[in-house]
């Protein structure tokens, strides 16, 4: 292997892993109600970057070589973009906590079924609301959203308020400890799975030290 394609493979390795990073931080900036970084730059940064690695790669291998290399990265990257864009999620939900922090009980009333997904065999997914009922500084105040049931005419539920806007939600924990496993699982993935593919490729004798001239 000569010095140029020792350098192509280097730059390649490079320029896949910060194409990968850039595109999970765009990821995680396009939802993201704080901490977000300029969406488009990181975005066109990241895919320039993994193009420019794809091309390096065509001269530092073997085109029966670099094909899986680059299947690997896409996948590496989409599980970096996956874990940072269900991090976002979970930052999102618990931000939005801070706006939403008044606790009110709200009774519920003229449930129904929205909607079913699925069929006999698998079973059936339902989309049920209700109208919640609720007061607030002596407010009487009504909406429909949805409901854990479709039976649940009567019952009390804790939601909660922005004392400002009047906004209600739930707080959901299991949500968010859901989308955390998923980015933990996902993210982790991509990183782990990155740095091992980087290590392999950095600690080939081939790859730790240039050629030495014959003779």
Do not use: N
């Amino acid at each position: 292997m000569t010095t140029t394609d020792l350098a192509w493979r280097r730059l390649a390795v490079l320029l896949a892993l910060a194409g990968g990073v850039s595109c999970a931080l765009a990821c995680w900036s396009a939802g993201s109600p704080g901490l977000a970084l300029p969406v488009a730059p990181l975005l066109l940064g990241g895919l320039a970057a993994l193009g420019v690695a794809f091309f390096c790669s065509l001269g530092g291998w073997e085109s029966e070589e670099y094909f899986p290399r680059v299947a690997v990265t896409l996948v590496l990257t989409g599980l970096l973009c996956a874990g940072a864009a269900a991090a976002d999620e979970a930052y999102a939900t618990v931000e939005g906590w801070q706006h939403t922090r008044v606790p009110v009980t709200a009774t519920l009333s003229d449930c129904r079924v929205d909607a079913q997904h699925g069929d006999g065999d698998s079973g059936l997914t339902e989309l049920d609301s209700c109208v919640y009922h609720w007061t607030y500084q002596g407010d009487a105040r009504s909406k429909r959203r949805d409901s854990p049931g479709a039976d649940y005419d009567g019952r009390h539920l804790q939601i909660w308020l922005d004392p400002d806007t009047g906004e209600v939600a739930g707080h959901s924990v299991t949500d968010v400890v859901l989308w955390i496993l998923l980015a933990l699982v996902t993210g982790g993935s991509g990183v782990a799975g990155a740095l091992v593919c980087a290590a392999e490729l950095l600690r080939s004798p081939e790859l730790l030290r240039s050629p030495q001239p014959a003779g």
